[in-house]
Nanobody, 113 residues
Framework: QVQLVESGGGLVQAGGSLRLSCAAS?????VGWYRQAPAGTQRELVA????????KSADFVKGQFTISRDNAKNTVYLQMNSLKPEDTAVYYC?????????WGKGTLVTVSS
């Protein structure tokens, strides 16, 4: 079983940057970042990265967020720049390993105007 721990969230002013980390307890393959805004909205895909390093990002974050990974550390990052109040959400990472899908508990990002 793989455990995922997100970190790096916090309070930032609009226009600021944060880097989220998703640390896995074991080897992971494709990893995605999702976010869920307050008030019970559905989680939406932000970006995904394969084990080979191929990436795909949602249209609403292209040019703003960058996903990357360090396989030696079993860690995936989400660099978030030019943050906007509408980016406020709990950010979750999800990873596949050995045919299973795992989720972290999330890290809260709050962007103030």
């Amino acid at each position: 079983q793989v455990q995922l721990v997100e970190s790096g969230g916090g309070l930032v002013q609009a226009g600021g940057s944060l880097r989220l980390s998703c640390a896995a307890s074991g080897s992971i393959f494709s990893v995605g970042w999702y976010r869920q805004a307050p008030a019970g909205t559905q989680r939406e895909l932000v970006a995904v990265i394969t084990s080979g390093g191929s990436t795909k990002s949602a249209d609403f974050v292209k040019g703003q967020f960058t996903i990357s990974r360090d396989n030696a550390k079993n860690t995936v990052y989400l660099q978030m720049n030019s943050l906007k109040p509408e980016d406020t959400a709990v950010y979750y990472c999800t990873a596949s390993a050995s045919g299973m899908t795992y989720w972290g508990k999330g890290t809260l990002v709050t962007v103030s105007s």
